[in-house]
Nanobody, 122 residues
Framework: VQLQASGGGLVQAGGSLRLSCAAS????????MGWFRQAPGKEREFVTA????????YYRDSVKGRFTISRDNGKNMVYLQMSSLKPEDTAVYYCASKIGILSFHPGDYAAWGQGTQVTVSS
């Protein structure tokens, strides 16, 4: 599967952004989907993930209540709605896919999008 993320940008603290990830070349509803992020000088970290049927989601603690992951299997899309953004959310955001169950670990994800920059100004 090929993934393409979009929707990043510059936003003030407290603002919102919606990231999108378009999947192609695979059977989308076989894949768990995740969003990860990487800030300059830091390792890539898990943000959120959603299972095949969208019945289960995971979030890192720092984004719970502010970020929401969703998917539309009919459109081969996954979304990340980000609200109440903070400067520490600034990073390149990547969507990723893996066959089967959810995982927090980047190494478990086989396909990655190209990343989209999110910058939150204070």
């Amino acid at each position: 599967v090929q993934l393409q993320a979009s929707g990043g940008g510059l936003v003030q603290a407290g603002g919102s952004l919606r990231l999108s990830c378009a999947a192609s070349g695979g059977t989308f509803n076989l894949y768990a989907m995740g969003w990860f992020r990487q800030a300059p000088g830091k390792e890539r970290e898990f943000v959120t993930a959603i299972n095949l049927s969208a019945s289960t989601t995971y979030y890192r603690d720092s984004v719970k209540g502010r970020f929401t992951i969703s998917r539309d299997n009919g459109k081969n899309m996954v979304y990340l709605q980000m609200s109440s953004l903070k400067p520490e959310d600034t990073a390149v955001y990547y969507c990723a896919s893996k066959i089967g169950i959810l995982s927090f670990h980047p190494g478990d994800y086989a396909a990655w999008g190209q990343g989209t920059q999110v910058t939150v100004s204070s």
